[in-house]
Structure formats: C-alpha cells, structure tokens
Nanobody, 129 residues
Framework: QVQLVESGGGMVQAGDSLRLSCEASGITFSTHTMAWFRQPPGKEREIVAAVAWGQGIITYYRDSVKGRFTISRDNAKNTVYLQMNNLKPEDTAIYSC?????????????????????WGQGTQVTVSS
C-alpha cells in the first residue's frame, strides 16, 4: 500500500520561505513522477509543480509559482521536496503530494489530476500579509 506523508507546513508572513517534504513508502519511488498540488480555501485543487521520475531533471511549474518554488527529489530517501520562497497570501492552501499512477510517465506540460493515484493527507500553509 502506497503511503505519502507530508511535513513542513505552517503559518508564515509574506516574503518568508517554507520547505515541504513528502516521504513515500510502498512504491518504487524512483520510477514514478511526483507532484505537489494545493487546494486554496473555497477553490478546487490545482497542480503546483511536478518532477519526473529518475533524476528529476524534467520539471513542471504552474505560472504563478515559477521563479519562487523549486521541486526536487531524493530517490535515496524516497522523498520529494517543495522549496517555497517569497511566499504570498495567495499561496495559502492545503498542500498535498501525489504519485503518478504509472511508472516511467513524463510530461513537460501540466499533468491532469487524474494522472495521480496516490495522495498524502496534506499540510496547511498559511501566508499572512
């Protein structure tokens, strides 16, 4: 059974940084594309960033976080990270990591949410102005 456990959320002020971590188990981590999604209050879940399987060279970011957020992975630790810098109030959301349903899948564009079959419980990020 796949388990994804996020950590690192919290309450910060605009301009601060946070680093989210997501440790995976029950999955061959290195062969799966991983992603971070978020669900702002009263809105639908949206993809934030994704990192391809393997060395994680290919990444995707939604436009609103480009230049501020960095996704990375450490296959030796079965962990995916999201470094968030210069946080803004509009980044306030529940952040969840997810594993792609299929091994060796890769895209350079946005992934549909239906591509991901395993989810973490989520971690709250709140950014005050």
């Amino acid at each position: 059974q796949v388990q994804l456990v996020e950590s690192g959320g919290g309450m910060v002020q605009a301009g601060d940084s946070l680093r989210l971590s997501c440790e995976a188990s029950g999955i061959t981590f290195s062969t799966h594309t991983m992603a971070w999604f978020r669900q702002p209050p009263g809105k639908e879940r949206e993809i934030v960033a994704a990192v391809a399987w393997g060395q994680g060279i290919i990444t995707y970011y939604r436009d609103s976080v480009k230049g501020r957020f960095t996704i990375s992975r450490d296959n030796a630790k079965n962990t995916v990270y999201l470094q968030m810098n210069n946080l803004k109030p509009e980044d306030t959301a529940i952040y969840s990591c997810a594993a792609h349903r299929n091994e060796y899948h890769i895209r350079s564009a946005a992934y549909p949410i239906s591509d991901f079959g395993s989810w973490g419980q989520g971690t709250q990020v709140t950014v005050s102005s």
